[in-house]
């Protein structure tokens, strides 16, 4: 069963950057594609950017030229990149890794925007 790891967020002023990972184990981490979604409280949970295994990325609208997804498959770990945050960033982050059998949503890592 996966089980996924994720660490980097916490408080920062419009602008700002952050840098989220996330450390999975249980899959075969390399031959997954991976997702990183968010949540804002009352909606829908977003897909944010993805990267598949061969590397490939791909990018919601609203965060595109200010978010950057990558992978280490010797560690692991998918990252997720933030710069040039905004308010409308403001969200519990979690990563996912595409049709990973025994997937569930975790608690995810809240990102919050403010000054």
């Known amino acids: 069963q996966v089980q996924l790891v994720e660490s980097g967020g916490g408080l920062v002023q419009p602008g700002g950057s952050l840098r989220l990972s996330c450390a999975a184990s249980?899959?075969?981490?390399?031959?997954?594609?991976l997702d990183w979604y968010r949540q804002v409280p009352g909606k829908q949970r977003d897909l944010v950017a993805s990267?598949?295994?061969?590397?490939?990325?791909s990018y919601a609208d609203s965060v595109k030229g200010r978010f950057t997804i990558s992978r280490d498959n010797t560690k692991n770990t998918v990252y997720l990149r933030m710069d040039s945050l905004k308010f409308e960033d403001t969200a519990v982050y979690y990563c996912k890794p595409r049709l990973a059998p025994g997937f569930h949503w975790g608690q995810g890592i809240q990102v919050t925007v403010s000054s």
């Open positions: 990267i598949t295994s061969g590397g490939s990325t």
């Open positions: 249980g899959i075969i981490f390399s031959t997954y594609t």
